[in-house]
Each structure stands twice: as structure tokens, then as C-alpha cells.
């Protein structure tokens, strides 16, 4: 079964800096979804990749598809606390190879910003 | 146009006892799923649903029941509660468009004691 692993873990970052959390498919990636959740709180859906070489952006958030390195990347500018919480990936359902509907995650990247 | 809906957001239950999380969606989504949500275990899934009457087991289903009588409604049971079941329980929906994107509720803690 596809793993998907994200990097770091936990990020602390002063408020203003740019910061970039990778996430990581032990299989070939077909689509690849990003959600942001904050404490006690659901996910919500960011953005999702479809093609190699894809990059889509919101406000500060930049998300870029490499499907070569079977990676993704989540890119932050300039950061505010209010881009604090837990961001996770989530790999197209279509990579189980059977079911189209069985969405794997990674274990989540924890951000703070201090202000 | 509410998207997806859990309650309750809190419960604390006994060993040994059953209760329903219910699942309610107002975008006729046609796939339901739910997932659990643990420390260095991420998002897992435990039962979904393709449609009306139509379920399927997911990764972890085991001391779960679910059913699907309506397109907008889809609630986990749990029969018999372990303290194992101690969770962030999350419901989701995705429509069928092409990018299979999935749309979460916010969730229900639950504590088995």
C-alpha cells in the first residue's frame, strides 16, 4: 500500500519567514491533496495537484507536484500565526492501484508562527 | 449550505457502551467516508459508503457498524466501546467531480474511560 511520509515533522518559525514542508510517496503519485487543520478543529481542503509540474498558489501558500521525485511540496511566504496548525498531504485515491476511493495521509506537519 | 456536519463534538463514554456519531452532508455527495484520527498514526480510514445502501470496510473497521439508508446521512456505530476507540472521529464527502477532492467535518473527540 502507498505510504505517504512529510517532512519536518513540527516547524517553528518567526512570523515573516518562509517555510516549505515536503511530503513524500513511496509510490508514484497520480494527485496529491494538501489540507490545513488547526487545533480541534476538521480539515480544511487547500489545493489539490494533478499533473507533474503542477504548482497552484492561494494568498501565501504555493503547492508544487515533482512527479519524478514522487514529492510535493508546500511553500508558506512570508508567514503569519495565522498560518499555524497541522498540515497534511493526502494522495489520490486512485494510487491504491484497486477501490478509487481509499485517500492515504501523511502523519501531518505541525506549524507554529511566533509573532 | 452547511457542507459536512458531525455531532456530537464531545463524548465520553463508558467500556462497554454503544453509541452512533451521526454524519450529515447537504452537497449530494454521493461517497461518505469516515476516518480516525490519532497521535503519530494520522487519519485512518474505517468504513465508507459509494452511495445510498452501499458500504465498504476501510483500514480499521473492526468495533464499527455503519449504514447508508439516505445520500445526505451516514452514521458510525459503535457497538461496544473500548478504550482503544478513544479518537478524533472525522467525516468526509467528495462529489464526482474529476478531482476527487474530499470535504471534512470537524469532528467528534470522543474518550472512552
Known amino acids: 500500500s502507498q505510504e505517504l511520509e512529510q517532512s519536518p515533522q513540527s516547524l517553528i518559525v518567526q512570523e515573516g519567514k518562509n517555510l516549505t514542508i515536503n511530503c513524500t510517496s513511496s509510490k508514484t503519485l497520480y494527485g496529491l491533496y494538501w489540507y490545513k487543520q488547526k487545533y480541534g478543529e476538521g480539515l480544511i481542503f487547500l489545493m489539490m495537484l494533478q499533473k507533474g509540474g503542477e504548482e497552484k498558489s492561494h494568498e501565501k501558500i504555493t503547492a508544487k507536484l515533482d512527479e519524478k521525485k514522487q514529492q510535493s511540496s508546500l511553500h508558506i511566504t512570508a508567514s503569519q500565526p495565522s498560518h499555524a496548525g497541522i498540515y497534511l498531504c493526502g494522495a489520490d485515491p486512485r494510487n491504491s492501484g484497486g477501490s478509487n476511493y481509499k485517500l492515504t495521509f501523511g502523519k501531518g506537519t505541525l506549524l507554529t508562527v511566533n509573532p | 449550505n452547511a457542507g459536512v456536519t458531525q455531532t456530537p463534538k464531545f463524548q465520553v463514554l463508558k467500556t462497554g457502551q454503544s453509541m452512533t456519531l451521526q454524519c450529515a452532508q447537504d452537497?449530494?455527495?454521493?461517497?461518505m467516508s469516515w476516518y480516525r484520527q490519532d497521535p503519530g498514526m494520522g487519519l485512518r480510514l474505517i468504513h465508507y459508503?459509494?452511495?445510498?445502501?452501499?458500504?465498504d470496510q476501510g483500514e480499521v473497521p473492526n468495533g464499527y457498524n455503519v449504514s447508508r439508508s439516505t445520500t445526505e446521512d451516514f452514521p458510525l456505530r459503535l457497538l461496544s466501546a473500548a478504550p482503544s476507540q478513544t479518537s478524533v472521529y472525522f467525516c468526509a464527502s467528495r462529489g464526482e467531480d474529476l478531482s476527487y477532492t474530499q470535504y471534512f467535518g470537524p469532528g467528534t473527540r470522543l474518550t472512552v474511560l
Open positions: 452537497m449530494n455527495h454521493e461517497y
Open positions: 459508503s459509494v452511495g445510498a445502501g452501499i458500504t
